[in-house]
């Protein structure tokens, strides 16, 4: 059974820093794109950053450029966003997600197969 488990979300201040993990088990994603989305209270999942199988390739969100940074680490089939200068509005549920399809990235929640429970992250002001 795949599971995908995230871990590192809090309650924060502006300004501050947190680091988001997301472990798979079950199968191994190290082919595969994986992401990170939120969402907000009565608003649609959005996507907030992506990174492709080998880590070459990486997507953010226009809002959260130069603040947040995705990462991986395929032997330990873990990936990885690092979130510094937070606003609040970046209180969210954040998910994890794998791309079922290899080699490739996407940024639409329709482009991942896989998902997390999700982590809560409030940031307050």
Do not use: H
């Not at 201040?13 to 191994?28: E, F, M, P, V």
């Not at 080998?54 to 809002?63: E, H, L, P, Q, V």
């Not at 959260?64 to 979130?83: C, E, H, P, W």
């Amino acid at each position: 059974q795949v599971q995908l488990v995230e871990s590192g979300g809090g309650l924060v201040q502006a300004g501050d820093s947190l680091r988001l993990s997301c472990a798979a088990s079950g199968r191994t994603f190290s082919n595969n794109a994986m992401g990170w989305f939120r969402q907000a209270p009565g608003n649609e999942r959005e996507f907030v950053a992506v990174i492709s199988w080998n880590g070459g390739i990486r997507y953010y969100r226009d809002s959260v450029k130069g603040r947040f940074t995705i990462s991986r680490d395929n032997a330990k089939n873990t990936v990885y966003l690092q979130m510094n200068s937070l606003k609040p509005e970046a209180t969210a549920v954040y998910y994890c997600a794998a791309r079922g399809r290899t080699f490739s990235t996407g940024m639409g929640v329709r482009d991942y197969d896989y998902w997390g429970q999700g982590t809560q992250v409030t940031v307050s002001s």
